[in-house]
Nanobody, 121 residues
Framework: QVQLVESGGGLVQAGGSLRLSCAAS?????MGWFRQAPGKQRELVAA???????KYADSVKGRFTISRDNDKNTVFLQMNSLRPEDTAVYYC??????????????????WGQGTQVTVSS
């Protein structure tokens, strides 16, 4: 069983930056970040395959960057130009296969506990 440990959430003013980190305890092909705001469905923010392919939600393109250290099974989410609408609980997710990246499915194998990101106006 792979465990995901997240860090880096917090409170920031609009226009500021935060960096989230997520370390996996085992080898993983697909890693990414979802978020869920109060009263809204969980949505994919960014994903990165083991081969380096990336995808982003339209709302974060140009502001967020996902990167990965494959040797350490760690994924990062650099969030710049944060907006109040980015406020949510951010969840790290991982899958043994890259399949969800291509299918768009949200049922990934492993999930982190979530970290709160709050952007004040």
């Amino acid at each position: 069983q792979v465990q995901l440990v997240e860090s880096g959430g917090g409170l920031v003013q609009a226009g500021g930056s935060l960096r989230l980190s997520c370390a996996a305890s085992g080898n993983i092909n697909l890693m990414g970040w979802f978020r869920q705001a109060p009263g809204k469905q969980r949505e994919l923010v960014a994903a990165r395959t083991s081969g380096g392919s990336t995808k982003y939600a339209d709302s974060v393109k140009g502001r967020f960057t996902i990167s990965r250290d494959n040797d350490k099974n760690t994924v990062f989410l650099q969030m710049n130009s944060l907006r109040p609408e980015d406020t949510a609980v951010y969840y790290c997710a991982a899958d043994r296969l890259n399949a969800p990246y291509y299918s768009g499915g949200a049922k990934w194998d492993y999930w982190g506990q979530g970290t709160q990101v709050t952007v004040s106006s």
